[in-house]
T-cell receptor, first 111, second 116 residues
C-alpha cells in the first residue's frame, strides 16, 4: 500500500538555526498537506500543496512540492522556541480523500 | 468557520466496558469523516473512513466489530470502542471533509482514552 516516509525523526537545533524536514511517498500524490502538533495537542493544519513544483511561504516557513509530486519539504528559517513540536506531512488522494501521514519530525529548539 | 468538535475530550474506563466518542462538524456538512488513532510518540494512523448513510470502510488490521462507526447525519459520526482493553488506550482523532471538498479535512481536538 501507499507509504509516506518522513525524515529525520528528531531534530535538535539552537535557536536561530534553520530546520528542514523531508517527506517521500511511494506513489504520486494528488496533494500534500503539512501539520504541526504541539506536545499534548492535536494536529493543526499548516498548508496544502497541489501543483507540481509548487513552493509556498508562510513567514519563516517554506513548503515545497516536488516536480514528480512524490516528495515534499518544510524549511524553517531562524527557528524560534515557539517552533517546537512535531511536524507531519500527509499525502492526499483525490480519489478517496484519504490522508496517509508520515512518521513526523519532532523539533526541539534550545534557547 | 470549519470547526470540528469531539466529545468527550478524555475518558477513563474499566477494561471490558464500551466507550462512545462523538465527532461533530459544527458549521458545515460533512459527507465523509475519518477516524485516526495515535499512540504516544507515533504518527496518526487512519482507522476508517465514515460516509454518511453507509457503512464505514476500515483500514487493514482494524477490527470493525470492535470499533463500531456510525455516521447517521451530515454533521455527526460516532466511534464506539467495544469491550475496551488497556491496549486500546490511545488518542483518537476525527476529521471531517466538507461535502464536495474531498481533499480537505478539518481535524477535531481528539479524545484521550485510558483503559484501566
Amino acid at each position: 500500500g501507499q507509504q509516506v516516509m518522513q525524515i529525520p525523526q528528531y531534530q535538535h537545533v539552537q535557536e536561530g538555526e534553520d530546520f528542514t524536514t523531508y517527506c517521500n511517498s511511494s506513489t504520486t500524490l494528488s496533494n500534500i498537506q503539512w501539520y504541526k502538533q504541539r506536545p499534548g495537542g492535536h494536529p493543526v493544519f499548516l498548508i496544502q500543496l497541489v501543483k507540481s513544483g509548487e513552493v509556498k511561504k508562510q513567514k519563516r516557513l517554506t513548503f515545497q512540492f516536488g516536480e514528480a509530486k512524490k516528495n515534499s519539504s518544510l524549511h524553517i528559517t531562524a527557528t524560534q522556541t515557539t517552533d517546537v513540536g512535531t511536524y507531519f506531512c500527509a499525502g492526499g488522494s483525490s480519489n478517496t480523500g484519504k490522508l496517509i501521514f508520515g512518521q513526523g519530525t519532532t523539533l526541539q529548539v534550545k534557547p | 468557520g470549519a470547526v470540528v468538535s469531539q466529545h468527550p475530550s478524555w475518558v477513563i474506563c474499566k477494561s471490558g466496558t464500551s466507550v462512545k466518542i462523538e465527532c461533530r462538524s459544527l458549521d458545515f456538512q460533512a459527507t465523509t469523516m475519518f477516524w485516526y488513532r495515535q499512540f504516544p510518540k507515533q504518527s496518526l494512523m487512519l482507522m476508517a473512513t465514515s460516509n454518511e448513510g453507509s457503512k464505514a470502510t476500515y483500514e487493514q488490521g482494524v477490527e470493525k466489530d470492535k470499533f463500531l462507526i456510525n455516521h447517521a447525519s451530515l454533521t455527526l459520526s460516532t466511534l464506539t470502542v467495544t469491550s475496551a482493553h488497556p491496549e486500546d488506550s490511545s488518542f483518537y482523532i476525527c476529521s471531517a471533509s466538507p461535502s464536495g471538498r474531498r481533499e480537505t479535512q478539518y481535524f477535531g481536538p481528539g479524545t484521550r482514552l485510558l483503559v484501566l
